[in-house]
């Protein structure tokens, strides 16, 4: 079956008809993996702006493997959130081998892979935080979601505000390289987002961490803390939701752009 790319060429030179191209357009919307395992939205990225994301921490190795070696052939990238542990560098090898390339998230196992064919020119700026050095796995999420979108990260990890002088420079970086939007991961009671909010002129995402312990563990002291945050602008997703809120400000950072 033909890339959009290459049926669009074909009608363009008359090699097809309208009704022979738009026949091939539909069947290229749907991609159907194995036997029945997956049906990829292969439109999205095209549609979106977002990255096939493949969720791998409930599925088998082979159906991963399969689901990505077919997302990346029709879109060039796609993302693999959560993969299993034991399974992380065994599929990093496996698609390396296939020449496919694969970064993986520092502290992370969601990892971005490509086929190298994209050389596009950055579009907007993502800002991401991370409060603690145990939040930085889910700030890699939002990074790489941000980067497959096309954006420039500016990020900086461990400036929690137990050290509340660690967040100032920071921000002036963020701002100085034009960020659109800042992700900002924490866990514990989750005060950064609140306190980042409500310094920059730019919406801030806050992305509530499952770290803590005792009453309000697990990230919901956090996720509670910044659904109440008094300081305007502040979007939050849910916890530990990394790849929305890198989905959700890139999007921003590229329609300011």
Known sequence: MSDLRTILEKFARGA?????????????????VGDGIAKLDIGREMRRGLPEIIFAERKEYADTLRIVRAAVKRNGQAIVSRAKKRDLKRLAGALEKKGLQVKIGKNSTTFLVSDGRRRQKAIGAVGIMAAGTSDIGIAEEARLVAES?????????????????????????????????IVVVAGMEGALASVVASMVDVPVVGVPASVGYGFGGDGIAALASMLQSCTLGLAVVNIDNGVGAGAFAASIAKKRA
């Open 149 to 181: 979108m096309g954006c420039k990260v500016v990020a900086s990890y461990d400036v929690g505000i137990a050290g509340m002088h660690r967040v100032f420079p920071a921000l002036k970086v963020m701002l100085e390289q034009n960020v659109g939007a």
């Open 16 to 32: 097809i008809t309208v009704e022979e191209a738009q026949k091939a357009i539909a069947v290229h919307s749907v991609e159907h």
